[in-house]
């Protein structure tokens, strides 16, 4: 049994009913990631435009591509013709720009909302004020071409899991206080990575997002 298929056992095991696991395979060449397909992975993220763009026509087409970086708004047209999910809309001219697009390609993005929990300022998102703002003021209304489906957050890289978890756990009651008024499609909480992802699950995490854990170290 090759390494990530044997991985990928073990991980999704471990994880409740209702979670899904992302498998984020930036720096790492397609011939791993046919590897994870072929074990049965069909939930992929990448962070990098251009790499995503150059990867998902050399992969099977029933691939969902979850788009999980920066996204600057002048590069929304490259990925929006195929792109399931973009968890990382920090903006309100990304997500009008992500909206554009979309119709332009006659098509419905589902698109979660990042939200900044962590203590570092070099994460990106929405606070959790602008994020209620948005959805007071309407926000489905304003962008008929993308469905938001959810948050999307990543706590402080620290040796503290107590403080990860006080992170995961703002991120979670933000969704719930959202839920009634965001809409039936709002159902997925992404939170948890390689080294926190335990904890994330155990806060309500619908969505992990897992690259090392799978696929070893990067190299950049
Ligand atoms: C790289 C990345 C991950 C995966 O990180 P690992 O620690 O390798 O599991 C998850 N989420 C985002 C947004 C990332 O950029």
């Known amino acids: 049994m090759s390494v990530i298929r044997e991985r990928l056992a073990t991980l999704k095991s471990s994880l409740p009913a209702g979670v899904t696991l992302l498998a984020v395979s930036k720096f790492h060449p397609v011939e791993t990631l046919q590897e994870a397909y072929d074990a049965g992975q069909r939930v992929f993220g990448e962070n990098r435009v251009q790499e995503l763009v150059a990867k998902q026509p050399l992969l099977p087409p029933d691939i969902e591509w979850h788009f999980i970086g920066t996204l600057q708004t002048n590069k929304v047209k490259h990925i ?114 390689s080294n926190d992802y335990a904890i994330a699950v155990q806060e309500g995490s619908t969505i992990i997002r897992i690259g090392t854990l799978l696929f070893g170290e990067r190299e950049y």
């Not at 013709?81 to 968890?87: G, L, M, R, S």
């Not at 009651?173 to 959202?178: G, Q, R, T, Y």
Request: charged share 25%; hydrophobic share 40%.
């Open 80 to 193: 929006a013709p195929f792109v399931h999910t973009i968890q990382s809309v920090d903006s309100l001219p990304l997500l009008k720009e992500i909206d554009r697009q979309a119709a332009r390609c006659n098509r419905r993005i589902r698109v979660f909302l990042e939200i900044h929990i962590a203590e570092e300022t070099t994460k990106h998102g929405f606070s959790p004020e602008d994020c209620r703002t948005l959805f007071r003021e309407g926000l489905s209304a304003a962008c008929p071409h993308v469905r938001v489906e959810g948050l999307m957050g990543m706590a402080t890289y620290t040796d503290d899991m107590e403080q990860v978890r006080r992170e995961f756990h703002t991120l979670r009651a933000l969704f719930e206080e959202l839920q009634p008024v965001a809409g039936a499609s709002f159902g997925d909480l992404s939170m948890g990575m």
